[in-house]
């Protein structure tokens, strides 16, 4: 809003349109970076290549197909697995965003699942471990109130979108990461009382 505003205000002052274009621009500047260069808008840099040219590349190639055609297993968790426990994922640290995600999950079930009563939380726990063994990410969530109702749906929200969080930052490396086995290992209070999940 603030931007519009300055826009608005510098296109109706006396100072004269160039100086107001100067204006604009060093603002633009400061928001989205350095424009291109002119040459990026030249003729030449702007052609495409031609259908059937040499320069054209060769056709994508399936990633899980070999040159004879033949299915091949492709195992990207790895890779994957590194960056993020090396903090490489261009979107930045996967784990510390996705914890804060999580959190704000919790606080949002009413707001996402509809019939879900809004509860005051005292306490939102979202801890996301790294297991080397299974290339993969652990999360578990804990919520807790005052009130006399459950929120083991708070909990599950949480790492719910903890898990989504995680695969948003980390789709650029692949697409093939998988969030499972969301379930509640233990609840107690509300109505229906203590319960835990049997190993």
């Not at 054209?56 to 899980?64: D, N, R, W």
């Not at 083991?152 to 990461?177: F, H, Q, R």
């Amino acid at each position: 809003m603030r931007a519009h505003y300055s826009l608005g205000r510098r296109f109706v002052s006396n100072d004269g349109y160039d100086h107001a274009i100067m204006e604009l621009n060093k603002e633009m500047e400061s928001i989205f970076g350095e424009a291109p260069s002119s040459g990026a808008f030249t003729p030449s840099a702007s052609k495409e290549p031609q259908l059937g040219s040499p320069s054209v590349k060769s056709q994508p190639k399936l990633t899980h197909v070999d040159s004879s055609g033949q299915a091949t297993m492709s195992t990207p968790r790895p890779k994957v697995f590194n960056l993020v426990s090396s903090n490489q994922i261009a979107k930045g640290d996967v784990l510390n965003v996705a914890k804060i995600a999580g959190i704000n999950g919790a606080k949002q079930t009413s707001s996402l699942i509809p019939l879900c009563h809004n509860i005051s939380l005292t306490h939102i726990r979202v801890d996301l471990t790294l297991n080397k063994e299974e290339f993969s990410v652990e999360i578990e969530g804990e919520a807790t109130t005052t009130g006399k109702t459950g929120v083991e749906m708070e909990a599950l929200t949480a790492v719910a979108v903890a898990g989504l969080t995680v695969y948003d930052m980390c789709k650029a490396a692949s697409k093939e990461i998988c969030i499972t086995e969301v379930r509640l290992k233990h609840k107690s209070g509300g109505k229906s009382g203590e319960w835990s999940r049997k190993q």
